[in-house]
């Protein structure tokens, strides 16, 4: 079946503007994340949903980022006003587990890497 | 932050099995240890997780310590394929803080010819 897509795969960002990439999940699943993967690192995780619910945005790391699932399905992570050090890859990530309840895994889509110059 | 504390790399012969080892001594009693690893520009992938019994499964098997301080992911007889990052992560099973996974920085395996 289908997986977890994201758009674009690949953006080139002059400093200053402004990204939307775009996470579709697999059909069904409650649960929704973004992750941002430096060069050589780890994933990290910066926010998840349950449906439409932002519950946790503790890892964003500046009011720059924001993210919605305004539907409880597709979800965008938009960055304002880039700057370099935000160039990585960006994971989403989607779960059919929900809150309070049994951890699944988690099915990840490809990622968009950004860069920005 | 992570939890868990892995060698950051290894080699592995084509067709033998490949071992990676994981620490976590401070793990708990409700955490389970997750497997997943990432191919070269591909998102992480699942593998297997479990809480302190052996776990097997089509792609690899989980031997964890009976003290649970540390564990073993056992790809049995590795292909060019599973060359690739592989993380060590334990989480709380249940939990109403947040499903967010620590990756930490892994084990890059590269399996050779």
Known sequence: GAGVSQSPRYKVAKRGQDVALRCDPISGHVSLFWYQQALGQGPEFLTYFQNEAQLDKSGLPSDRFFAERPEGSVSTLKIQRTQQEDSAVYLCASSPSGDRGLIYEQYFGPGTRLTVT | ?113
Not at chain 2, 80 to 94: E, G, K, N, P
Request: hydrophobic residues 30%; negative net charge.
């Open chain 2, 1 to 113: 932050d992570a939890k868990t504390t892995q060698p950051p790399s290894m080699d592995c012969a084509e067709g033998r099995a490949a071992n990676l080892p994981c620490n976590h001594s401070t793990i708990s009693g409700n955490e389970y240890v997750y497997w997943y690893r990432q191919i070269h520009s591909q998102g992480p992938q699942y593998i297997i997780h479990g809480l302190k019994n052996n776990e097997t499964n089509e792609m690899a098997s989980l031997i964890i310590t009976e003290d649970r301080k540390s564990s073993t992911l056992i790809l049995p007889h590795a292909t060019l394929r599973d060359t690739a990052v592989y993380y060590c992560i334990v989480r709380d099973y249940y939990s109403n803080t947040g499903n967010q996974f620590y990756f930490g920085t892994g084990t890059s395996l590269t399996v050779i010819p």
